[in-house]
């Protein structure tokens, strides 16, 4: 099918919907969603944008810029993983976990304000990997209109820099506690390490950077073409790191790829 064909049928399928609750995060494909839902739903549109130790602040802030600009109504939700036993001991469905208490709450909002449906961002190239998440979605009735007309990632930057949207480039992002491996507890303290390393990280010019915290030993990904820019700046790297408690401080030779976590898991393990 052709990108303007699934265009057109997702305009379709959101003025079916009639109103809609979208979690939104910010990110490229929760803004073209909610981009989209406003042209065809109108005021029939809550943007609803949880937040928690597990998230960057930055990330709530862009969401609420976005939100704004498009004159969205827009939600600020708390949410508490960390009080989740399964999620802080950090199997491979902790992702399950996450997401149903946030469309638990969705849907409570959903309900109170008469909404007829709760969607989320999730696009189709996110079945070819491992997403527990997507299940908690399927179990509750939460529709992912991207995915359903088959829009992948490619094309939803294609589609959002034609509609001018500023976050059509903008990099991959994940919840912090994918940067912990399964089976090692989640803790606050591990969430702050992590978002400080990648935020100075960032600033050193790494568009997409992950720290991924294996004990004492800071294991950083970015993209293989923004190594060499790593490498030139290692003994200020290496210091900053390790006046965070990291004594060994290792760069991933294959670069940045999502979900490299899941690597490690065998076929048994996911569901």
Not at 143 to 163: F, H, N, T, W, Y
Request: aromatic share 6%; hydrophobic share 35%.
């Amino acid at each position: 099918m052709s990108l303007e064909k699934k265009e057109k049928e997702l305009e379709n399928l959101l003025k079916d919907l009639e109103s809609a609750v979208i979690a939104f995060s910010g990110g490229v494909d929760s803004t073209y969603l909610l981009y989209k839902a406003q042209q065809a739903l109108g005021d029939n549109v809550i943007a609803v944008t949880a937040v928690s130790e597990t998230y960057q602040d930055c990330e709530k802030e862009n969401a609420q810029k976005i939100a704004q600009i498009m004159g969205v109504e827009h939600l600020i939700i708390q949410t508490s993983q960390l009080s989740c036993p399964e999620f802080i001991c950090n199997p491979p469905q902790r992702c399950y976990h996450c997401k149903k208490e946030l469309f638990v709450r969705l849907k409570e909002i959903a309900k109170t304000r008469c909404f007829a449906w709760v969607c989320e961002g999730a696009n189709d190239d996110d079945t070819s990997d491992f997403r527990p998440g997507l299940t908690a979605g399927k179990e509750m009735g939460v529709r992912s209109p991207l995915m359903e007309v088959k829009l992948g990632k490619d094309e939803i930057r294609q589609l959002s820099q034609k509609a001018g949207l500023s976050t059509w480039d903008m990099p991959s992002a994940a919840c912090l506690s994918s940067r912990i491996p399964y089976g090692e507890v989640i803790t606050p303290e591990k969430l702050r390490v992590i978002a400080t390393a990648e935020s100075f990280l960032k600033t050193l010019g790494q568009k997409v950077v992950r720290v991924r915290h294996h004990g004492t030993t800071a294991h950083i990904e970015v993209a293989p073409g923004e190594m060499q820019a790593l490498l030139e700046r290692k003994e200020e790297i290496v210091k900053y790191l390790k006046n965070l408690g990291f004594i060994y401080i290792t760069l991933d030779m294959e670069g940045f790829r999502s979900g490299s976590m899941n690597e490690t898991l065998k076929p048994e393990e996911k569901f």
